[in-house]
């Protein structure tokens, strides 16, 4: 069975420069999740998706980040401008729901460098 | 206050030897426990739920003190391929995860 699949894995941009990262989960899982991991840091959530509502978004930076999952499946994140402190690991996660909510299934994370 | 604390380590252990890691959580209301492993530069992978009567998987062993609030793991004749980072989970209902920032394990040969 595929995995959650990101993109892209590595960015290295400019400060004040757009960008966006992309998440596929795992067929039929309902939540999708975007988190920032920061060096030496757990996980923290950006925001959760049940299908294409976002349910939860009270973590996200809204006035740089944004995220959007049309049709319920694929979900891209976005930060414009980009700025120093937005380096980290960017993990996308899905779940299927109901009892297996809380079981998480992690992609490999979109590692962001602002210069 | 954070909501999930976790000693960082790093621990650093002979193989064989036996570890434990705690992990204390702040808020009373919390549901569902878990640890996690991450390797150095991958994702975080579901090691093991955590459950009131305690639960073994293996060599690993995790306990759950409500009254205490914390959560432990031990691992018993630590292997090499044990080290990691050990990431404390916790949910509250229905919220996304609550991560720990996760305590460093080595093992040495």
């Known amino acids: 069975e595929a995995g959650v699949v990101q993109s892209p894995r590595y960015k290295i941009i400019e400060k004040k420069q757009p960008v966006a990262f992309w998440c596929n989960p795992i067929s039929g899982h309902n939540t999708l999740y975007w988190y920032r991991q920061n060096l030496g840091q757990g996980p923290e959530l950006l925001i959760r998706y049940e299908n294409e509502e976002a349910v939860d978004d009270s973590q996200l930076p809204k006035d740089r980040f944004s995220a959007e999952r049309l049709k319920g499946v694929d979900s891209t994140l976005k930060i414009q401008p980009a700025e120093l402190g937005d380096s980290a690991v960017y993990l996308c996660a899905s779940s299927p729901g109901g009892r297996a909510l809380n079981e998480q299934f992690f992609g490999p994370g979109t590692r962001l460098t602002v210069l | 206050r954070k909501e999930v604390e976790q000693d960082p380590g790093p621990f650093n252990v002979p193989e064989g030897a036996t570890v434990a890691f705690n992990c204390t959580y702040s808020?009373?209301?919390?549901?569902?426990f878990f640890w996690y492993r991450q390797d150095c530069r991958k994702e975080p992978k579901l090691l093991m739920s955590v459950y009131s009567s305690g639960n073994e998987d293996g060599r690993f062993t995790a306990q759950l003190n409500r009254a205490s609030q914390y959560i432990s793991l031990l691992i018993r004749d630590s292997k090499l391929s044990d080290s990691a980072t050990y990431l404390c989970v916790v949910t509250t209902g229905r919220r996304a995860l609550t991560f720990g920032s996760g305590t460093r394990l080595q093992v040495q040969p």
């Open positions: 808020n009373s209301a919390s549901q569902s």
